[in-house]
């Protein structure tokens, strides 16, 4: 099912954690809803600030969003004034106290939401598309990704009919839980219409947190394990040697 499912949605609690971190009991529907109008706003309010994601934590009286960007500067502003203003508008929507923090991404080329903004960007200006995606994916292998594919989809080059073509280079192991795959579905509003952009972005394998759940487990049921290694081997020979000591006492 990694073929059709959402890589992301896949992985939650594997190798990647939620975007939305908080507990409620009868208001949940109200504080989704909340929070897809604060991410709606900042996408809308800074489209060239380089959103990779936006990360919301709530406690009693509190909203924290934090804002993963490669390009800080953009929301912070001249002295901290912009980030100011956002976080008025935020608390506007909320009714809340707002705290903003800024994350800044080291390597943009490896997050997918960035990669296919960058691209939707392109076709908007009326690049040669192949000549965008092609780009794109030598800028994410060059900064280490292990692979990377785009498809996009719609009247590619103003054609008659619409068709997807997919573009893919390393590798993208979809069903394989521990590795890392960021994805992102963004959208070009050319003058033929919409084009739609799908980016697979595989940043590697992640064994960390597979391995502290593994040693916790066995750490809870020691002892049982320690008494079914002898039944393991209790098949062949071993096993009658355990039942001839029994015999014995």
């Not at 509003?189 to 590697?204: A, F, H, S």
Request: proline residues 2%; aromatic residues 4%; contains cysteine.
């Amino acid at each position: 099912m990694g073929q059709k499912t959402s890589p992301i949605a896949n992985r939650l609690g594997i190798v990647r954690g939620w975007d939305s971190n908080w507990y409620a009991g009868k208001d949940a529907s109200q504080k989704l809803i909340e929070d897809e109008k604060i991410r709606t706003y900042l996408k809308a309010r800074i489209n060239k600030g380089g959103i990779s994601k936006i990360t919301i934590e709530r406690t009693l009286n509190r909203v924290t969003v934090t804002i993963h960007t490669s390009r800080p500067g953009i929301i912070i502003g001249r002295g901290g004034n912009e980030v100011d203003r956002i976080k008025e508008e935020i608390k506007a929507i909320t009714g809340r106290d707002v705290q903003i923090n800024i994350s800044e991404i080291r390597r943009p080329e490896l997050e997918a939401a960035i990669v296919g903004e960058t691209i939707a960007k392109q076709l908007e200006a009326r690049i040669n598309y192949r000549r965008a995606v092609k780009m794109a994916i030598a800028s994410a292998m060059r900064m280490g990704a292990e692979g990377i594919k785009v498809r996009v989809s719609g009247r590619i080059g103003g054609a008659e009919i619409a068709r997807s073509e997919e573009y893919k280079q390393g590798r993208v192991p979809l069903h394989t839980w521990r590795a890392d795959i960021d994805y992102a579905l963004c959208e070009a509003l050319t003058v033929y219409g919409k084009l739609g952009i799908k980016v697979w972005v595989c940043r590697g394998e992640v064994y960390g947190k597979r391995d502290l759940s593994l040693a916790a487990a066995a750490n809870n049921e020691g002892g049982r394990e320690e008494r079914r290694q002898p039944r393991r081997g209790g098949a062949g020979a071993g096993g009658g040697r355990g039942r001839g000591e029994r015999k014995q006492n």
